[in-house]
């Protein structure tokens, strides 16, 4: 498979057809399958048509706009709030017990504005277990978030942060330590339309 997209990418006429069913393959994924009413038929699209790993006992919520759904991997356990974006075309590794809260967009993948041609950059984003992303968080390219972690609503991610790190602000600053003894477990809504 590898090969067959290099081949497109070096023959420009046919990176122009990849491009075009790439770009019709994740519209299926962000303007069908994200509005499914039930969050275990989604989790069973994702996982089979997109190729998400998604871990046992995660949950995805309505509205989830995603890039390279094939390059992001969701441990066990962990919530996907409504309205959030995954740019996985660099790859965004998330953990178990991590709950992303309402509207977060994490990207993996941006312009460099320095750039004369305004090249793209970027890299994996990492977030380990039981971290918690307050609503509007922006999460950029190539980052780790330490186990444990919180991150501010409205927090936009610069740097990589430490475990066990309470950060908020634009950009993000360490405000607090967290609770180093972290065994819960979280529960996605049972009702239908999330």
Sequence with gaps: MKRIITFF??????????????NGYWAIANKIVSHLPYYRFRIFCYKYLFNIKIGSKSSIQ????VLAPHKISIGYNSIIGIGVLLDGRRNINI???VDINFGVK?????HNIQSTNYET???RVIIEDYVCIGSGAIILPNIRIGKGSVIAAGAVVTKDV??????GGVPA?????????LNYSLTPNPFPFH
């Design 162 to 167: 430490e475990s066990f790190s309470i950060m």
């Design 173 to 181: 600053k360490y405000i607090g330590k967290r609770n180093v003894e």
């Design 9 to 22: 990418y070096e023959h420009p006429k046919y990176k122009r057809i990849l491009i075009f069913f790439a």
């Design 95 to 97: 953990g178990s017990h």
């Design 106 to 110: 994490i990207f993996s993948l941006q």
């Design 62 to 65: 309505m509205g989830l706009f």
């Design 121 to 123: 950059i970027g890299g």
